[in-house]
């Protein structure tokens, strides 16, 4: 196989969204990492396309600086999806979701609607009438699904980014009952981490496959480092027991083979602070190998392109 295609990979280096920031750094510790620069000397050609940060000030809310970076990282996502461009989004906490997936829905708009496979121990879809903590990487799917704060729910345009029949949450094992009801009502798939233990990442990975790309015109990935067991990925905040074992997980991801309607996926949550022998650093580098060599020739072919990316309502 010829590794030829370039992935860009974009970080959102903050942490602001969870209630300790240490997540903020993982994209900057992931740009120096020797693992991600082995996998450049395979021939996988990683190309760091943007590192987002915070601004230095500190008078804005946090919403309104989750609300800033997520309009950058929508514009880029968008841009990469318009292109047809193969991106990675490296977390920093998972509020990045808001941004990554609303930029890729922007970008197909015209065409149809994306779909977007969910890999977390938790369900991300609380509001602020729910929200037991107010951190808001406690709710990116609601968001995405069009229920939230209106400046999270409005970026790029005002629509709902997610229809929720094209969505599929795998690994659920914590949630809360405001998140778990608004889910319910939407009819989101659920595989939870009981079923996935009964019959295996595999199977149930590709019935997620099926759900995402029924009706859609490609389908995003994004994973939170909590999905996995903290004895195979230490480096995250909000760690629950019995979750994915990242052999399993890699190879289910190596074998979503070829999939030519995936337009990007996203990992986040790595808090190299909470990291162990750099367990989990070697674990996001394997992921991204997993993710990048089976699409590594692919194009999203029927996708073209149709308006401009940039935003309306710059905020911060
Ligand atoms: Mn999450």
């Known amino acids: 196989m010829s590794l030829t295609k370039k992935i860009n990979l974009i970080g959102y280096a903050s942490g602001i969204g969870a ?89 197909l708009k015209s065409q149809g609607e994306i779909g977007l496979i969910w890999i977390d121990a938790h369900m991300d879809s609380h509001t602020y009438e729910t929200t037991p903590s107010e951190n808001i990487h406690g709710m990116p799917l609601a ?61 149930v990975m590709q019935e997620a496959v099926k759900i995402v790309s029924a009706n859609t015109v490609g389908f995003g990935l994004t994973i939170d480092l909590d999905s996995v067991d903290p004895s195979d990925a230490p480096g995250t905040g909000a760690a629950e027991p019995d979750g994915l074992l990242a052999k399993e997980l890699y190879q289910a991801l190596s074998k979503m083979a070829n999939k030519s309607n995936l337009i990007g996926a996203e990992i986040a949550e790595f808090d190299p602070h909470l990291d162990r022998e750099q367990k989990t650093e070697k674990l996001v580098s394997k992921m991204i190998e997993a993710i990048v060599k089976t699409n590594i020739n692919t194009t999203n072919s029927n996708i073209q392109e149709s308006f401009n990316c940039e935003t309306k309502n710059a905020i911060v």
Not at 158 to 181: A, D, H, Q, T, Y
Request: net charge neutral; with cysteine; aromatic share 6%.
């Open 143 to 203: 968001c995405l699904l069009g229920h939230g704060a209106p400046s999270l729910t409005h970026i790029l345009n005002n629509e709902p980014k997610l229809n929720p029949k094209n969505v599929c949450m795998i690994g659920v094992r914590s949630f809360e009952k405001g998140e778990e009801e608004l889910l319910k009502k939407l009819q989101v798939k659920i595989f939870f981490m009981d079923e996935v233990k009964q019959r295996g990442l595999d199977i």
């Open 19 to 107: 209630a300790e920031p240490g997540s903020g750094d993982g994209p900057i510790v992931l740009a120096e990492s020797p693992y991600l620069s082995d996998l450049n000397s395979q021939g996988i050609k990683l190309q760091w396309e943007k590192m987002l940060t915070l601004p230095k000030s500190n008078e804005n809310s946090k919403l309104n600086l989750v609300t800033h970076l997520s309009t950058q990282l929508a514009t880029t996502t968008c841009e990469n999806a318009k292109n047809k461009q193969f991106f990675i989004v490296l977390g920093g906490d998972h509020s990045s979701a808001i941004g990554t997936w609303s930029g890729a829905s922007h970008a």
